[in-house]
Protein backbone atom coordinates (compact mmCIF):
# COMPACT_ATOMS: atom_id res chain seq x y z
CA UNK A 1 0.00 0.00 0.00
CA UNK A 2 1.51 3.56 -0.62
CA UNK A 3 0.83 5.25 2.14
CA UNK A 4 2.50 2.17 4.02
CA UNK A 5 6.04 2.80 1.99
CA UNK A 6 5.85 6.44 2.45
CA UNK A 7 5.83 5.94 6.18
CA UNK A 8 8.78 3.35 6.04
CA UNK A 9 10.18 5.70 3.41
CA UNK A 10 10.40 8.50 5.65
CA UNK A 11 11.07 7.07 8.74
CA UNK A 12 13.87 5.09 7.51
CA UNK A 13 13.39 2.18 9.12
CA UNK A 14 15.36 -1.02 8.16
CA UNK A 15 14.80 -3.55 11.12
CA UNK A 16 11.07 -2.49 10.79
CA UNK A 17 7.88 -2.94 9.22
CA UNK A 18 5.04 -1.53 8.79
CA UNK A 19 2.61 -4.21 9.56
CA UNK A 20 -0.47 -2.09 9.32
CA UNK A 21 -2.44 1.23 8.51
CA UNK A 22 -5.68 2.54 8.87
CA UNK A 23 -8.22 5.03 9.25
CA UNK A 24 -10.53 5.34 12.06
CA UNK A 25 -12.00 8.31 13.72
CA UNK A 26 -8.81 9.53 15.63
CA UNK A 27 -6.73 9.76 12.53
CA UNK A 28 -4.07 7.35 10.91
CA UNK A 29 -3.33 4.64 12.56
CA UNK A 30 0.01 2.93 11.48
CA UNK A 31 1.13 -0.25 13.30
CA UNK A 32 5.25 -1.36 13.36
CA UNK A 33 6.70 -4.13 13.93
CA UNK A 34 9.92 -5.77 14.15
CA UNK A 35 11.29 -7.59 10.90
CA UNK A 36 11.63 -11.15 11.22
CA UNK A 37 15.17 -12.36 12.69
CA UNK A 38 16.72 -9.33 13.53
CA UNK A 39 19.07 -7.94 15.30
CA UNK A 40 18.40 -4.56 16.73
CA UNK A 41 20.89 -2.38 18.25
CA UNK A 42 21.06 -1.71 22.44
CA UNK A 43 19.67 1.32 23.35
CA UNK A 44 22.41 2.68 25.42
CA UNK A 45 25.41 1.21 23.71
CA UNK A 46 24.40 0.87 19.93
CA UNK A 47 25.47 -2.95 20.07
CA UNK A 48 23.18 -5.11 18.29
CA UNK A 49 21.57 -7.90 20.25
CA UNK A 50 18.82 -10.90 20.48
CA UNK A 51 15.57 -9.66 20.95
CA UNK A 52 14.72 -11.22 24.38
CA UNK A 53 11.00 -9.82 24.66
CA UNK A 54 8.61 -7.00 23.72
CA UNK A 55 7.07 -4.25 26.31
CA UNK A 56 3.89 -2.93 25.81
CA UNK A 57 2.37 -0.98 23.06
CA UNK A 58 4.10 2.76 22.76
CA UNK A 59 2.40 5.19 20.83
CA UNK A 60 4.18 8.05 18.52
CA UNK A 61 2.31 11.36 17.21
CA UNK A 62 3.79 12.01 14.04
CA UNK A 63 4.02 14.11 11.19
CA UNK A 64 0.49 14.95 10.26
CA UNK A 65 -0.68 13.70 6.87
CA UNK A 66 -2.80 16.12 4.78
CA UNK A 67 -4.38 17.39 8.01
CA UNK A 68 -4.74 13.98 9.08
CA UNK A 69 -3.26 13.04 12.33
CA UNK A 70 -1.05 10.01 12.09
CA UNK A 71 -0.32 7.96 15.62
CA UNK A 72 2.60 5.53 15.15
CA UNK A 73 2.04 2.12 17.05
CA UNK A 74 4.75 -0.03 18.26
CA UNK A 75 5.77 -2.73 21.24
CA UNK A 76 9.65 -1.43 21.38
CA UNK A 77 11.75 -4.74 22.04
CA UNK A 78 14.33 -5.77 24.62
CA UNK A 79 17.48 -6.84 23.62
CA UNK A 80 20.52 -9.42 25.18
CA UNK A 81 23.27 -6.85 25.05
CA UNK A 82 26.70 -8.14 25.02
CA UNK A 83 28.30 -5.23 25.42
CA UNK A 84 26.24 -3.71 28.29
CA UNK A 85 25.97 -7.00 29.18
CA UNK A 86 22.75 -6.85 30.49
CA UNK A 87 18.84 -6.66 28.98
CA UNK A 88 18.39 -2.80 27.06
CA UNK A 89 15.80 -1.67 25.44
CA UNK A 90 16.53 -1.25 21.25
CA UNK A 91 17.47 1.95 20.49
CA UNK A 92 14.13 3.01 18.00
CA UNK A 93 14.83 5.36 15.24
CA UNK A 94 11.96 7.50 15.32
CA UNK A 95 12.16 7.89 19.08
CA UNK A 96 13.90 10.31 21.11
CA UNK A 97 13.82 9.01 24.66
CA UNK A 98 10.61 9.02 26.14
CA UNK A 99 9.01 11.49 24.36
CA UNK A 100 5.80 11.08 22.91
CA UNK A 101 6.63 12.69 19.25
CA UNK A 102 8.41 11.08 16.82
CA UNK A 103 11.56 12.46 15.48
CA UNK A 104 10.07 13.57 12.75
CA UNK A 105 7.06 15.32 14.15
CA UNK A 106 10.16 17.43 16.57
CA UNK A 107 12.09 18.72 13.74
CA UNK A 108 8.95 19.53 11.92
CA UNK A 109 7.38 21.36 14.67
CA UNK A 110 10.57 23.09 15.74
CA UNK A 111 11.22 24.18 12.27
CA UNK A 112 7.98 25.69 11.82
CA UNK A 113 8.96 27.67 15.29
CA UNK A 114 11.68 29.47 13.72
CA UNK A 115 9.14 31.60 11.26
CA UNK A 116 6.20 31.09 13.31
CA UNK A 117 4.99 31.91 17.21
CA UNK A 118 4.23 28.37 19.15
CA UNK A 119 0.59 29.51 19.27
CA UNK A 120 0.37 29.39 15.38
CA UNK A 121 2.42 26.18 15.04
CA UNK A 122 -0.33 24.18 17.49
CA UNK A 123 -2.97 25.28 14.96
CA UNK A 124 -1.18 24.63 12.33
CA UNK A 125 -0.56 21.29 13.07
CA UNK A 126 -3.59 20.75 14.82
CA UNK A 127 -1.60 19.81 18.47
CA UNK A 128 -2.04 21.58 22.09
CA UNK A 129 0.35 24.29 22.84
CA UNK A 130 2.42 22.22 25.32
CA UNK A 131 2.89 19.33 22.79
CA UNK A 132 4.89 22.63 20.30
CA UNK A 133 6.61 23.80 23.35
CA UNK A 134 8.03 19.67 24.09
CA UNK A 135 9.08 19.44 20.48
CA UNK A 136 11.55 22.85 20.78
CA UNK A 137 12.51 21.83 24.03
CA UNK A 138 13.44 18.72 22.46
CA UNK A 139 15.20 20.39 19.65
CA UNK A 140 17.00 22.71 21.89
CA UNK A 141 18.46 19.98 24.28
CA UNK A 142 19.68 17.73 21.55
CA UNK A 143 21.20 20.90 20.21
CA UNK A 144 23.15 22.17 23.64
CA UNK A 145 24.31 18.38 23.40
CA UNK A 146 25.96 18.35 20.30
CA UNK A 147 26.93 21.65 19.61
CA UNK A 148 30.31 22.83 19.78
CA UNK A 149 31.64 25.86 21.73
CA UNK A 150 35.51 25.87 20.63
CA UNK A 151 37.49 28.51 21.72
CA UNK A 152 35.35 31.39 22.14
CA UNK A 153 37.41 34.87 21.58
CA UNK A 154 34.42 37.68 21.83
CA UNK A 155 31.52 37.96 23.94
CA UNK A 156 28.92 40.27 23.74
CA UNK A 157 26.58 40.33 26.91
CA UNK A 158 23.47 42.46 26.85
CA UNK A 159 19.83 41.94 28.44
CA UNK A 160 16.57 41.73 27.17
CA UNK A 161 13.13 42.87 28.88
CA UNK A 162 9.80 40.87 29.11
CA UNK A 163 6.61 42.29 30.00
CA UNK A 164 7.59 46.04 29.85
CA UNK A 165 10.64 45.69 31.37
CA UNK A 166 9.84 43.74 34.68
CA UNK A 167 11.39 40.70 33.97
CA UNK A 168 14.89 40.35 32.37
CA UNK A 169 17.20 37.98 30.70
CA UNK A 170 20.67 38.04 30.22
CA UNK A 171 21.70 36.85 26.77
CA UNK A 172 25.37 36.27 25.85
CA UNK A 173 26.81 35.59 22.29
CA UNK A 174 29.76 34.62 20.48
CA UNK A 175 30.11 37.81 18.62
CA UNK A 176 32.60 36.03 16.13
CA UNK A 177 30.29 33.40 15.43
CA UNK A 178 27.09 35.31 15.51
CA UNK A 179 25.11 32.71 17.81
CA UNK A 180 23.45 33.14 21.03
CA UNK A 181 26.09 31.16 23.69
CA UNK A 182 23.86 31.08 26.89
CA UNK A 183 20.69 33.04 28.37
CA UNK A 184 19.58 33.42 31.55
CA UNK A 185 17.27 34.73 33.90
CA UNK A 186 17.39 38.15 35.78
CA UNK A 187 20.97 40.86 35.06
CA UNK A 188 22.11 40.47 38.57
CA UNK A 189 25.56 39.48 39.21
CA UNK A 190 24.26 35.92 39.81
CA UNK A 191 22.85 35.50 36.62
CA UNK A 192 26.04 35.70 35.02
CA UNK A 193 27.97 33.96 37.67
CA UNK A 194 25.78 31.21 36.63
CA UNK A 195 27.06 31.65 32.79
CA UNK A 196 31.00 31.62 33.99
CA UNK A 197 30.72 28.44 36.02
CA UNK A 198 28.93 26.84 33.18
CA UNK A 199 31.43 27.71 30.79
CA UNK A 200 34.42 27.84 32.87
CA UNK A 201 36.41 25.88 29.20
CA UNK A 202 35.43 27.61 26.71
CA UNK A 203 35.90 31.59 28.42
CA UNK A 204 39.57 31.16 28.99
CA UNK A 205 40.18 32.28 25.79
CA UNK A 206 38.45 35.19 25.63
CA UNK A 207 40.22 38.86 24.46
CA UNK A 208 37.46 41.08 24.87
CA UNK A 209 33.78 41.77 26.21
CA UNK A 210 30.99 44.07 25.38
CA UNK A 211 28.56 44.81 27.87
CA UNK A 212 26.36 48.11 28.77
CA UNK A 213 27.82 50.43 31.73
CA UNK A 214 26.00 47.62 33.53
CA UNK A 215 27.58 47.50 37.50
CA UNK A 216 26.76 43.92 38.24
CA UNK A 217 27.68 42.64 34.56
CA UNK A 218 31.12 44.87 35.05
CA UNK A 219 31.94 43.32 38.45
CA UNK A 220 31.20 39.64 37.08
CA UNK A 221 33.83 40.37 34.12
CA UNK A 222 36.42 42.06 35.74
CA UNK A 223 36.62 38.75 38.69
CA UNK A 224 35.86 35.91 36.15
CA UNK A 225 37.57 37.76 33.00
CA UNK A 226 40.67 39.77 34.66
CA UNK A 227 42.86 39.86 31.34
CA UNK A 228 40.22 40.22 29.16
CA UNK A 229 39.56 43.84 27.66
CA UNK A 230 35.63 45.15 28.76
CA UNK A 231 34.39 47.22 26.10
CA UNK A 232 31.10 49.34 26.28
CA UNK A 233 29.24 49.16 23.89
CA UNK A 234 28.47 51.23 21.46
CA UNK A 235 25.43 50.80 20.52
CA UNK A 236 24.26 51.31 24.20
CA UNK A 237 26.06 54.52 24.62
CA UNK A 238 24.43 55.67 21.90
CA UNK A 239 21.19 54.87 23.07
CA UNK A 240 21.56 56.49 26.37
CA UNK A 241 22.59 59.98 24.28
CA UNK A 242 19.55 59.41 22.51
CA UNK A 243 17.58 59.05 25.63
CA UNK A 244 19.35 62.15 26.97
CA UNK A 245 18.19 64.20 23.91
CA UNK A 246 14.98 63.21 23.84
CA UNK A 247 14.89 64.61 27.50
CA UNK A 248 16.06 67.76 26.46
CA UNK A 249 12.70 67.69 23.94
CA UNK A 250 10.35 66.59 26.26
CA UNK A 251 10.93 69.41 28.84
CA UNK A 252 11.16 71.94 26.27
CA UNK A 253 7.76 70.57 24.73
CA UNK A 254 5.94 70.97 28.00
CA UNK A 255 7.44 74.49 28.58
CA UNK A 256 6.21 75.33 25.01
CA UNK A 257 2.83 74.02 26.07
CA UNK A 258 1.35 77.42 26.61
CA UNK A 259 2.81 79.64 24.47
CA UNK A 260 3.64 78.06 21.29
CA UNK A 261 2.25 73.82 21.64
CA UNK A 262 2.61 73.37 17.53
CA UNK A 263 6.37 74.30 17.50
CA UNK A 264 8.14 70.69 18.81
CA UNK A 265 4.62 68.88 17.97
CA UNK A 266 5.96 65.32 16.24
CA UNK A 267 9.68 66.27 15.83
CA UNK A 268 10.88 63.29 18.14
CA UNK A 269 12.65 61.36 14.91
CA UNK A 270 13.76 64.50 13.47
CA UNK A 271 15.96 65.33 16.36
CA UNK A 272 16.85 61.69 16.97
CA UNK A 273 17.36 60.09 13.64
CA UNK A 274 20.63 60.76 11.87
CA UNK A 275 20.44 63.74 9.43
CA UNK A 276 21.31 61.58 6.33
CA UNK A 277 18.01 59.25 7.05
CA UNK A 278 15.77 61.93 7.40
CA UNK A 279 12.59 62.44 4.61
CA UNK A 280 12.76 65.69 2.71
CA UNK A 281 9.56 66.87 4.77
CA UNK A 282 11.51 66.16 7.91
CA UNK A 283 14.63 67.82 6.61
CA UNK A 284 13.05 71.08 5.64
CA UNK A 285 11.05 71.49 8.87
CA UNK A 286 14.73 70.73 10.77
CA UNK A 287 16.09 73.81 8.13
CA UNK A 288 13.04 75.31 10.17
CA UNK A 289 13.79 74.44 13.57
CA UNK A 290 17.26 74.69 13.31
CA UNK A 291 17.08 78.84 12.94
CA UNK A 292 15.51 79.41 16.26
CA UNK A 293 17.34 79.02 19.24
CA UNK A 294 15.94 75.77 20.63
CA UNK A 295 17.35 73.94 23.68
CA UNK A 296 16.70 70.66 21.37
CA UNK A 297 18.33 72.02 18.52
CA UNK A 298 21.39 72.39 20.88
CA UNK A 299 21.19 68.69 21.89
CA UNK A 300 21.42 67.83 18.70
CA UNK A 301 24.57 69.63 17.89
CA UNK A 302 26.34 67.89 20.78
CA UNK A 303 24.76 64.43 19.52
CA UNK A 304 25.83 64.57 16.12
CA UNK A 305 29.11 66.00 16.77
CA UNK A 306 29.44 62.36 19.33
CA UNK A 307 29.23 60.85 15.83
CA UNK A 308 32.72 61.72 15.24
CA UNK A 309 33.77 60.06 18.80
CA UNK A 310 33.51 56.49 16.59
CA UNK A 311 35.36 57.34 13.52
CA UNK A 312 39.13 57.92 15.34
CA UNK A 313 41.63 55.39 14.13
CA UNK A 314 44.06 56.12 17.49
CA UNK A 315 42.95 55.98 20.40
CA UNK A 316 44.74 58.91 21.82
CA UNK A 317 43.18 61.03 19.33
CA UNK A 318 39.40 59.90 20.33
CA UNK A 319 40.54 60.26 24.32
CA UNK A 320 41.22 64.16 23.06
CA UNK A 321 37.97 64.56 21.21
CA UNK A 322 36.32 63.15 24.08
CA UNK A 323 37.51 65.59 26.34
CA UNK A 324 36.88 68.50 24.20
CA UNK A 325 32.84 66.93 23.89
CA UNK A 326 32.51 66.16 27.19
CA UNK A 327 33.72 70.37 28.31
CA UNK A 328 30.78 71.49 25.15
CA UNK A 329 28.58 68.51 27.39
CA UNK A 330 29.06 70.52 30.52
CA UNK A 331 28.51 74.22 29.50
CA UNK A 332 25.62 73.52 27.05
CA UNK A 333 23.35 73.68 30.44
CA UNK A 334 21.29 71.20 29.48
CA UNK A 335 20.79 68.54 32.02
CA UNK A 336 20.18 65.43 30.13
CA UNK A 337 23.44 65.61 28.57
CA UNK A 338 25.51 66.72 31.22
CA UNK A 339 24.56 64.10 32.88
CA UNK A 340 25.06 61.94 29.72
CA UNK A 341 28.62 63.49 29.58
CA UNK A 342 29.72 62.84 33.23
CA UNK A 343 28.36 59.43 32.88
CA UNK A 344 31.03 59.25 29.83
CA UNK A 345 33.54 60.60 32.19
CA UNK A 346 33.23 58.00 34.97
CA UNK A 347 33.04 55.13 32.65
CA UNK A 348 35.98 56.49 29.88
CA UNK A 349 38.69 53.51 30.50
CA UNK A 350 36.60 51.48 29.34
CA UNK A 351 34.61 53.44 26.56
CA UNK A 352 38.13 54.24 25.40
CA UNK A 353 39.13 50.27 25.04
CA UNK A 354 36.51 50.30 22.49
CA UNK A 355 40.05 51.22 20.05
CA UNK A 356 41.91 48.62 21.14
CA UNK A 357 39.05 46.08 20.22
CA UNK A 358 36.82 47.18 18.22
CA UNK A 359 33.67 45.26 19.14
CA UNK A 360 30.12 45.77 19.88
CA UNK A 361 26.98 44.52 20.33
CA UNK A 362 26.24 45.74 16.92
CA UNK A 363 26.99 42.43 14.98
CA UNK A 364 24.27 40.81 17.10
CA UNK A 365 21.59 43.03 16.65
CA UNK A 366 20.31 41.68 14.03
CA UNK A 367 19.54 38.56 16.34
CA UNK A 368 18.34 41.09 18.89
CA UNK A 369 15.45 42.54 16.45
CA UNK A 370 14.59 38.56 16.01
CA UNK A 371 14.44 38.67 19.86
CA UNK A 372 12.72 41.28 20.24
CA UNK A 373 10.04 40.24 18.02
CA UNK A 374 9.97 36.89 19.90
CA UNK A 375 9.22 39.09 23.42
CA UNK A 376 6.79 41.02 21.72
CA UNK A 377 5.22 37.14 20.90
CA UNK A 378 5.72 36.75 24.98
CA UNK A 379 2.64 36.13 25.98
CA UNK A 380 2.43 32.92 24.16
CA UNK A 381 5.52 31.62 26.25
CA UNK A 382 3.86 31.80 29.49
CA UNK A 383 7.19 31.72 31.27
CA UNK A 384 10.84 32.78 31.36
CA UNK A 385 12.10 29.20 30.89
CA UNK A 386 10.12 28.76 27.52
CA UNK A 387 11.27 32.34 26.61
CA UNK A 388 14.34 31.51 27.10
CA UNK A 389 14.30 27.85 25.14
CA UNK A 390 12.91 30.03 22.42
CA UNK A 391 15.63 32.62 22.40
CA UNK A 392 18.26 29.65 22.32
CA UNK A 393 15.75 27.85 19.43
CA UNK A 394 16.15 30.74 17.51
CA UNK A 395 19.33 33.00 17.68
CA UNK A 396 21.66 29.69 18.86
CA UNK A 397 22.50 28.36 15.66
CA UNK A 398 21.99 24.39 17.22
CA UNK A 399 22.89 21.64 15.26
CA UNK A 400 20.33 19.17 14.01
CA UNK A 401 20.48 15.51 13.10
CA UNK A 402 20.97 13.99 9.68
CA UNK A 403 17.31 13.09 8.81
CA UNK A 404 16.36 10.53 6.99
CA UNK A 405 13.76 12.71 5.78
CA UNK A 406 12.54 16.71 6.07
CA UNK A 407 9.17 17.15 6.24
CA UNK A 408 9.37 20.77 5.95
ZN1 LIG B 1 24.50 -2.02 25.12
Redesign the pocket.
Known sequence: MLVSSIVRNTLGIKSHVVKNVEQNESGIEVKLDIRKRRRLP?G??G?LGRVRDRLSIRRWKHVPLWGIPVTLNYAPARVR?A??GMI?VEEIPWSQGKCRLSVGLIWSLAAWCKLLSWNEVARLFNVHWNTVAAAVRQAVTYGLEHREIGNVLYIGIDELSRKKGHVYVTNIYDLNERRLLWSGEGRTQDTLKEFFKEHEEAIKSVKAVCCDMWQPYIDMVKKYLPDATLVFDKFHITQHLMQAVDEVRRDEVSELKKTNPELLKRTRYIWLKNPENLTDKQRSRLGHLEKLNLRCNRAYLLKESFREFWNYKRKGWAAKFLKKWFWWATHSRLKPLRDFAWMLRRHEENILTYFDERISNGIVEGLNNKAKIMSRRCYGFRSAKNYITALYHCMGKLPEPELVHRFL
Open positions: CTCECKCR
